[in-house]
């Protein structure tokens, strides 16, 4: 009787042991384990974030003041500059990296509205993955001329398609990155669309280095390292 009494105390304290573990246990690794489709995932804290900007819209040939690009009237020579963060997604503009430092994506003449296609990569390594955001930064370059802004835009990625593999991964539907400035009576009438996908790497995949790639054949990206400090441009 006594033996068996001592038996059912020690079970009875590892039962309370168990339940005391799992409720320690951080809500996300109880629910890291799953993927988008129920899959089991490895690598949880593993992610690489694909963002493709899809095409930017300026009908109305404007800079975020609502001047002309060209002073004649023509189309807007849009340079485009971008930056995709995986750490910093809810810091203010222009987030933690200088865009001085961002990479040139695209650039063309004469063109309001265009098609971009542009593929920025960034991956996260060894920590919870939350969200991410892409910053987009387009000016106007003339030749005989400062550069003017023509507008800022956030694009936000949340971790609801994260996927457990990259053949498991799904673009999500094209959508609108937030912009900075509206110039005409508060309407939105300078955008950008962009489409993302995000699935899970392996660690040694993983490059936590700040990195923003094109899609391969694409156009050759410019990868700035100087850019004249802000104080030195004509303003116009
Ligand atoms: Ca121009
Ligand atoms: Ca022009």
């Known amino acids: ?120 990569t960034k991956d996260s390594c060894g920590r919870p993955f939350r969200s991410a955001v892409a910053r987009v930064i387009a000016e106007d370059l003339d030749h005989w001329d400062a550069r003017t802004l023509i507008n800022h835009w956030q694009c936000p990625v949340t971790k609801a398609l994260v996927a457990g593999s990259r053949d498991a991964a799904q673009w999500s539907g094209p959508l609108p990155c937030i912009s900075r400035y509206r110039p005409v009576e508060g309407k939105d009438v300078i955008t950008l669309t962009f489409r993302y996908k995000a699935y899970q790497i392996a660690p040694g995949e993983c490059q936590s280095n700040p990195t923003s790639t094109l899609r391969p054949g694409a156009v050759t990206m410019t990868t700035r390292t100087t850019r004249p400090p802000t104080s030195s441009r004509k303003t116009v």
């Open 1 to 120: 009787m006594r033996d068996t009494l001592v038996f059912l105390l020690i079970a009875a304290l590892g039962t309370c042991r168990a339940q005391y573990e799992d409720d320690r246990r951080p809500p996300y690794e109880a629910e890291a384990g799953r993927g988008r489709h129920g899959h089991r995932s490895q690598h949880p804290e593993y992610v690489r974030v694909e963002v493709e900007l899809l095409k930017m819209s300026n009908e109305g040939a404007i800079d975020h003041k609502n001047a002309y690009c060209d002073l004649n009237g023509n189309a807007c020579d849009p340079v485009v500059l971008a930056s995709l963060d995986t750490e910093h997604s809810f810091k203010e503009w222009p987030g933690p990296s200088d865009p001085a430092f961002w990479s040139e994506v695209f650039r063309v003449d004469n063109t309001n509205s265009p098609t971009l296609n542009k593929l920025l």
